[in-house]
């Protein structure tokens, strides 16, 4: 059963549409934005019919701060008033609202508007998953065969991206860079993060696979990787006109081994000018690698590696982000022993 938040500072109006609609929904009658809010908390519904003038917080502030929300902007909204104006109708689409339905409101006419808005929204997310299952696929495959000829690294890319989503789900649980995540769609930018190492494709298997202690030469060629990641996704991304998950992969490729203090590659960025998508891959990738084995070291312990990031901070890696790798290092234990 759907579940709908009617949000209305009237009892009336939250009556008759609790009453037409709770045998077909699961109803969440709301007196206020901030009760709401509250309930978002636990409950994410499938709909919300929010009414447009309400004292402490109107229906435009209450939908600006769902839009701004990673996890809450693409619940559908649908604006009840009172009002015949066609500004603020015009402001209520353009801030994201899907319809308006007048107040007082007919039964059976609200019933009907609202089982059109649930299909089409069923439908429009059917074909965005469509579409991300193919992304999602030709990522896996890419990923797949930077795997298989990276011998030394096997189950990197797969680790890294669990590591990289833990990190996600608690910066934007502390409110950090809240602003920037909040643009961001965790359906592409998650699994796009397999394509971090795409660019060990173009170097040569006796690099690549060596199991000693690569020369300053070799490493110069290892470093590259970077670059010519971001000219592979550059190459696939000219030949599709929907390329939104390649943006978050580039920044993966680009980016993962810059340092906060400059002196990474390839590009020896600082501080806040590494984009955030790179400043998060470094301590996953960095975590990964060094509580790993490889031919030429013994992996080091969690605490061990935990130490060595918690050392870095603010030299190689963001000092914030880091705080939050430190408060979630033992999510990092579990998932490294369930690898």
């Given at each position: 059963m759907k579940t709908i938040f009617v949000v209305d500072d009237n009892d009336t109006n939250l009556m008759t549409a609790k009453t037409?609609?709770?045998s077909i929904y699961k109803i969440f009658a709301l007196p206020s934005a901030e009760k709401m809010f509250k309930l978002l908390e636990r409950i994410i519904p499938d709909l919300i019919l929010l009414d447009l003038v309400m004292p402490e917080m109107d229906g435009?502030?209450?939908i600006s701060i769902l839009k701004s929300d990673i996890k809450l902007k693409n619940i559908?909204?649908?604006?009840?008033t009172s009002k015949n104006d066609v500004a603020s109708e015009i402001r209520g689409f353009e801030m994201g609202?899907?319809?308006f339905i007048t107040k007082p409101f007919s039964p059976p006419v609200l019933i009907k508007r609202i089982e059109l808005h649930i299909e089409t929204d069923k439908l429009v997310k059917d074909s965005k998953q469509a579409v991300r299952d193919i992304h999602n696929?030709?990522?896996s495959v890419l990923a797949d065969m930077v795997e298989f000829r990276d011998k030394l690294t096997g189950g990197h890319i797969e680790r890294t991206q669990r590591y990289l989503k833990i990190l996600v789900d608690k910066l934007f649980a502390a409110g950090i860079y809240r602003e920037e995540m909040s643009k961001w769609d965790l359906n592409l930018l998650l699994p796009s993060a397999q394509l971090h190492d795409v660019g060990k494709i173009h170097i040569s298997d006796l690099v690549l696979n060596k199991p000693e202690k690569?020369?300053?030469e070799e490493f110069d060629l290892i470093k590259r990787h970077c670059e010519d990641g971001e000219s592979i996704i550059d190459r696939i991304a000219a030949k599709t006109k929907d390329d939104g998950f390649l943006l978050y992969a580039k920044s993966f490729a680009g980016y993962h081994h810059e340092r906060?203090?400059?002196?990474?590659?390839p590009r020896g960025l600082r501080g806040d000018a590494i984009p955030l998508e790179g400043r998060i891959m470094a301590i996953a990738d960095v975590y990964d690698a060094l509580v790993s084995e490889r031919p030429y070291k013994k992996p080091f312990t969690h605490e061990e590696t935990v130490e060595i990031i918690r050392k870095d901070s603010g030299t190689f890696f963001d000092q914030k982000i880091v705080e939050v790798f430190l408060d979630s290092a033992d999510e990092f234990l579990a998932m490294s022993k369930k690898a």
């Amino acid at each position: 059963m759907k579940t709908i938040f009617v949000v209305d500072d009237n009892d009336t109006n939250l009556m008759t549409a609790k009453t037409a609609l709770d045998s077909i929904y699961k109803i969440f009658a709301l007196p206020s934005a901030e009760k709401m809010f509250k309930l978002l908390e636990r409950i994410i519904p499938d709909l919300i019919l929010l009414d447009l003038v309400m004292p402490e917080m109107d229906g435009f502030q209450a939908i600006s701060i769902l839009k701004s929300d990673i996890k809450l902007k693409n619940i559908p909204v649908v604006f009840l008033t009172s009002k015949n104006d066609v500004a603020s109708e015009i402001r209520g689409f353009e801030m994201g609202a899907l319809d308006f339905i007048t107040k007082p409101f007919s039964p059976p006419v609200l019933i009907k508007r609202i089982e059109l808005h649930i299909e089409t929204d069923k439908l429009v997310k059917d074909s965005k998953q469509a579409v991300r299952d193919i992304h999602n696929a030709t990522i896996s495959v890419l990923a797949d065969m930077v795997e298989f000829r990276d011998k030394l690294t096997g189950g990197h890319i797969e680790r890294t991206q669990r590591y990289l989503k833990i990190l996600v789900d608690k910066l934007f649980a502390a409110g950090i860079y809240r602003e920037e995540m909040s643009k961001w769609d965790l359906n592409l930018l998650l699994p796009s993060a397999q394509l971090h190492d795409v660019g060990k494709i173009h170097i040569s298997d006796l690099v690549l696979n060596k199991p000693e202690k690569l020369t300053s030469e070799e490493f110069d060629l290892i470093k590259r990787h970077c670059e010519d990641g971001e000219s592979i996704i550059d190459r696939i991304a000219a030949k599709t006109k929907d390329d939104g998950f390649l943006l978050y992969a580039k920044s993966f490729a680009g980016y993962h081994h810059e340092r906060w203090n400059g002196t990474g590659y390839p590009r020896g960025l600082r501080g806040d000018a590494i984009p955030l998508e790179g400043r998060i891959m470094a301590i996953a990738d960095v975590y990964d690698a060094l509580v790993s084995e490889r031919p030429y070291k013994k992996p080091f312990t969690h605490e061990e590696t935990v130490e060595i990031i918690r050392k870095d901070s603010g030299t190689f890696f963001d000092q914030k982000i880091v705080e939050v790798f430190l408060d979630s290092a033992d999510e990092f234990l579990a998932m490294s022993k369930k690898a």
